[in-house]
């Protein structure tokens, strides 16, 4: 039987990811959309987890509106999970990073696509330039894919084909790249549609390079 002075006591279990996070306990909220709200990701966050907002399909002052939210619960730590499918996906992620949510300046993704779309992927490294518009708060950009990514390398596994990219997540005036905007650019070139390609996110990295993954 644990005695009374035990009762109520939670030891603090330091590990790798309460170093990383600056949290007392490994514990992270997932950013379940419409769920993980300001208040849900702040007060786990306040408890000495750590919360995630969930953006969900939701517009990007909405998303800033719960960051601003959330700040006045809690100064702890807290994240935000962008939805890459959404239409409000560049957005969504330029708020985050003006608002500073975390310190994060690229993030790497695995791209798997069907084995149809190696022409398209041979094409984009053939190309002199790659140009896709972005938008952003002042209107729109006009970028160079190929300065970012000056090549795809692909393997290919049975009937898809597989390949990694790193993009820059910038904050203020810096760039913050969306793979949605390679992935058009591709689909223009007879690669598959986005559908058919789960874009999956495996790391992320911050200024100085540390893996956060």
Known sequence: MPQNSDIGRVEIMETRVTRLLGIKYPIIQGGMAWVANAELAANVSKAGGFGFIGAANAPAEW???????????????????????SEHADEVAQVVAEEKVSAIAAAVYEVPMPLSSA?????????????????????QKALDLKAYLPRLD????????????????????????????????????????????????????????????
């Open 63 to 85: 998303v800033r509106g719960e960051i601003e939210k959330a700040r006045q619960i809690t100064d702890k730590p807290f994240g935000v999970n962008v939805m890459l499918l």
């Open 154 to 213: 692909w393997q290919a596994e049975g009937e898809q084909l597989h390949f990694t990219v790193q993009l820059p997540c910038g904050s203020g005036e810096a760039l913050n790249l969306n793979p949605a905007l390679l992935m058009q650019y591709l689909q223009g070139l007879g690669g598959a549609p986005a559908w058919q390609c789960q874009v999956l996110r495996t790391h992320l990295y911050d200024q100085t390079g540390r893996d956060f993954a």
């Open 119 to 139: 022409p398209a992927l041979e094409a984009y490294n053939a190309a002199p330039a790659a140009e896709v518009t972005k938008k952003t708060k002042r209107g």
